[in-house]
């Protein structure tokens, strides 16, 4: 009876295993077709895909500057919403992003001098938040791929100070 009983209780978490882990219930056309729905269902999805890891580096490495609502800080950080400077040239905001930036720029008609420090190391990293970026904060900006950046040269970061 307990082999048995063990037997049917193996046999149910296998099945609910199974279905519930993408078994095969729906055709793979379907399936695509759910994942292509939401505010990104425009981009191809490799593009689709990176948004997450763009979100996160927004919110963790950006928001100070540029704010939650990506309208920066009058004067002082150029907004990314709406930004006509941002949407001109999508492999310079993968650079800047990548390497930051001392040059003065003009957003949206205002200068801002400003210098950006550096928030990634990875080109992989530049492009999923410049692509976020591009499809938040009322941008439909659409996307950079990294082979439209596969020029854009990372720059070397001067060593952290030594400490004692």
């Given amino acids: 009876m307990k082999k048995t009983a063990l037997f049917l209780i193996s046999l149910f978490a296998i099945t609910f295993f199974i279905t519930s882990c993408g078994g095969g219930s729906q055709p793979a056309a379907e399936q695509t077709a759910v994942k292509a729905t939401g505010p990104y269902a425009s981009l191809p999805a490799d593009v689709q895909a990176m948004m997450p890891r763009g ?14 609502t990506g309208l920066g800080i009058e004067n002082v950080f150029p907004p990314l919403a709406k930004a006509d400077y941002l949407l001109a040239d999508k492999p310079r905001a993968v650079a800047q992003t990548l390497n930051g930036s001392k040059l003065e720029m003009t957003v949206n008609g205002k200068k801002y001098t400003q ?50």
Avoid: W
């Fill in 115 to 164: 210098e950006m420090v550096p928030q990634v190391e990875t080109k992989e990293d530049a492009v999923a938040v410049i692509n976020y970026v591009l499809n938040n904060f009322g941008n439909s900006g659409g996307f950079v791929t990294l082979a439209e950046v596969k020029d854009v040269v990372i720059k070397p970061r001067a060593a952290a100070p030594a400490t004692k």
């Fill in 55 to 68: 979100e996160e580096i927004y919110k963790t490495k950006c928001t100070v500057c540029h704010q939650v």
